[in-house]
């Protein structure tokens, strides 16, 4: 290695990893793009030592980036020390998953089309032939008519009948929930295509089942047993899915990028939008438990609807309208 020449190519990134210090250390507070900067700056700095001790004695050149790089790695370490795991979780929640969100929203809006294409594909399928339905769905998903099933649910006692049976319920239900999510993240996020197979087979359940219920005539019945719980649910699928298909792109489509440096920068996104998923699917799983499995004899249906149009709302406004400062 030509040592002049290294150095003469370095120098800016040192220099810079030096002027960045010193605008942090004259901030009362270092700003999230200085820090992520200061990060990738510190790496290829400490890249550039281990590379100079291998071929250089340079007591004036390593010692300088000996310096640099503790002064670095110190900066660094404090920073992430300042904040605490209370303050910084209520940062998550109420600005970076919106924001990463509203970065993201083409690549959920394509993961929801195809999810909506396999509801259109499911509803027609049925409306062709009603035969089709139990083709269609799981068997676990359809053991009777839709028309027995609501006849036995009005008329037997209620399911949920204590807070332990709601919470043991709930808790299987976001378990479950959230390994659906996990499988069509690396399914997008391993080959695409298999992110957006899965985002329209459960489409196609959806789609499925709900004509089932609306052709048998028990429609408002679907809505206000599914929707408490849908509302966030299906929604929290389609986000996962989105994040898979982000991640499979980077990974798969870098284009002028290496994939590493392709997959570093949607990184970010991805995980904020994937802990946005699973906190929503927690919640879907413990109304799933319990307030979406009363019957009118104790919830109207009316009510349930409402409350599933209000969640529905709520969430599309906190994700996507909602501004708050980043």
Not at 131 to 147: D, I, K, Q, Y
Not at 245 to 254: K, S, V
């Amino acid at each position: 290695m030509n040592i002049e020449r290294f150095i003469a190519e370095r120098t800016p990134v040192w220099q810079r990893l030096d002027d960045l210090l010193q605008e942090i250390e004259n901030a009362q507070k270092p700003s999230r793009e200085q820090l992520h900067e200061l990060v990738e700056l510190y790496r290829r700095a400490a890249s550039d030592l281990n590379r100079a001790r291998s071929h250089t004695a340079n007591p004036e050149l390593l010692g300088y980036l000996n310096q640099l790089t503790g002064r670095a790695y110190r900066t660094i370490y404090s920073a992430g020390h300042e904040t605490r795991i209370g303050a910084a979780f209520a940062k998550l929640v109420t600005r970076e998953i919106p924001a990463a969100f509203r970065r993201e929203r083409l690549t959920v809006l394509v993961a929801a089309s195809i999810f909506l294409l396999g509801t259109l594909f499911g509803a027609l399928a049925v409306i062709a032939d009603s035969a089709n339905g139990p083709r269609l769905v799981p068997r676990e998903f359809f053991t009777r008519s839709p028309h027995e099933r609501v006849e036995h649910i009005e008329k037997g006692d209620e399911r949920i009948d204590s807070v332990d049976k709601a919470a043991y319920f709930g808790a299987s239900l976001y378990t479950h929930n959230i390994k659906v999510a996990c499988l069509t993240f690396g399914a997008g996020a391993l080959t695409i295509i298999g992110g957006l197979w899965l985002l329209f087979y459960n489409g196609v359940i959806l789609g499925a089942i709900a004509t089932m219920y609306l052709l048998d005539g028990v429609s408002v019945f679907f809505f206000a047993w599914v929707g408490p719980h849908g509302a966030l649910e299906l929604p929290s699928i389609i986000f996962a899915g989105a994040a898979g298909l982000l991640t499979g792109r980077a990974l798969l489509m870098p284009r002028n990028l290496t994939r590493q440096a392709s997959v570093r920068r949607v990184l970010p996104d991805v995980w904020r939008m994937m802990i946005g998923a699973a906190l929503t699917l927690v919640c879907a799983g413990l109304i799933e438990g319990s307030f979406s499995q009363f019957s009118a004899k104790t919830i109207p249906y009316a009510l349930k609807i409402g409350v599933a149009i209000v969640l529905f709302a709520g969430l599309m406004t906190y994700l996507f309208l909602w501004r708050t400062e980043e």
